[in-house]
Nanobody, 124 residues
Framework: QVQLVESGGGLVQAGDSLRLSCAAS????????MGWFRQAPGKERAFVAA????????YYTDSVKGRFTISRDNAKNTVYLQMNSLKPEDTAVYYC?????????????????WGQGTQVTVSS
């Protein structure tokens, strides 16, 4: 069992930056691929970014490439999502997720554990 707790969300203006954190506990953190997903009101939960257990490989959805950076600190059991140049369309609840196997890291079904989410609101 893995427990995930997100933090760092908030209300910002367009063009601002935020850094989300996700603290993990329960199992060997470096064994898990980690991902960030987001869900806007009335929409499906969608993939944002993912990172391999070692941190050597990262993946991004096209809409955030060049603006968002996923990283991890295995010594702190934490994964981060640095979000720059935020846009109103980035407004959503952001969820952290952990995958024991890297079968489908861009799909919700590929993840075994989920956090409770943190709200990010970007005003225009």
């Amino acid at each position: 069992q893995v427990q995930l707790v997100e933090s760092g969300g908030g209300l910002v203006q367009a063009g601002d930056s935020l850094r989300l954190s996700c603290a993990a506990s329960g199992r060997t953190f470096s064994n898990y691929h980690m991902g960030w997903f987001r869900q806007a009101p009335g929409k499906e939960r969608a993939f944002v970014a993912a990172i391999s257990g070692s941190g050597a490989s990262t993946y991004y959805t096209d809409s955030v490439k060049g603006r968002f950076t996923i990283s991890r600190d295995n010594a702190k059991n934490t994964v981060y999502l640095q979000m720059n140049s935020l846009k109103p369309e980035d407004t959503a609840v952001y969820y952290c997720a952990a995958a024991a196997r890297a079968l489908a890291v861009i799909m919700r079904s590929g993840y075994d554990y989920w956090g409770q989410g943190t709200q990010v609101t970007v005003s225009s």
